[in-house]
């Protein structure tokens, strides 16, 4: 079991901008497959708590994933788990790790209430940029696609700073979108 807390800063971008910043800084690097799976009760219990559930598949192994507010960012629960995810099937809480059962049960959720919603696939490139992470995601689910730049870091103000003039090297204005799960909600 991991947990981290994580700061990111975000940016949705068109195709065209996407492009650019993957020639500028993403050159050389193997973009990855992965899928993430989210999960919630049918009257969104996590997501009225601000938190996210999901299991992402990747390279054929499963993490699933606790994301709940933090006093900067979010707290991160991850475990790697056996958990096979299928749209349109409940989880047992019984097949939940430890804390996320105690953090689910503290948000009333029942056994078995819990549904594997949907999914979304992203094909992701990843470099290291001012000793940051920097992410390029290229993501589709229903039948939408969307393009967003993340840069995780360390500490919030600083990161800010490097983040905001990365995008000014591109004509862009930070503008914090919503976050992967709550955009695949609001299109479905």
């Not at 068109?14 to 497959?33: A, L, M, N, R």
């Not at 696939?121 to 920097?134: A, G, H």
């Amino acid at each position: 079991m991991a947990t981290n807390n994580e700061i990111e800063f975000k940016q949705l971008l068109d195709v065209h901008t996407y492009e650019k910043i993957k020639t500028t800084y993403f050159e050389g690097e193997e973009p990855f497959s992965q899928t993430n799976y989210y999960i919630d009760t049918p009257d969104f219990k996590l997501r009225n708590h601000k938190s996210a559930l999901r299991i992402r598949v990747k390279n054929e192994t499963y993490e699933m994933t606790l994301k709940v507010p933090a006093k900067v960012g979010l707290t991160e629960y991850n475990h790697m788990v056996n958990v096979v995810p299928k749209v349109g099937t409940t989880i047992s809480k019984a097949n939940l790790p430890s804390d996320i059962k105690y953090i689910l049960d503290s948000y009333g959720v029942e056994d078995k209430e819990l549904n594997i919603l949907g999914a979304l696939t992203t094909i992701r490139m990843e470099t290291n940029y001012k000793n940051e992470l920097l992410v390029l995601d290229k993501s589709e689910y229903f039948d939408k696609t969307d393009y967003e730049l993340e840069f995780e870091v360390q500490n919030y103000d600083q990161g800010l700073e490097k983040f905001e003039r990365l995008l000014e090297k591109f004509q862009l204005k930070h503008e914090t979108p919503k976050n992967k799960v709550q955009r695949f909600f609001d299109y479905k």
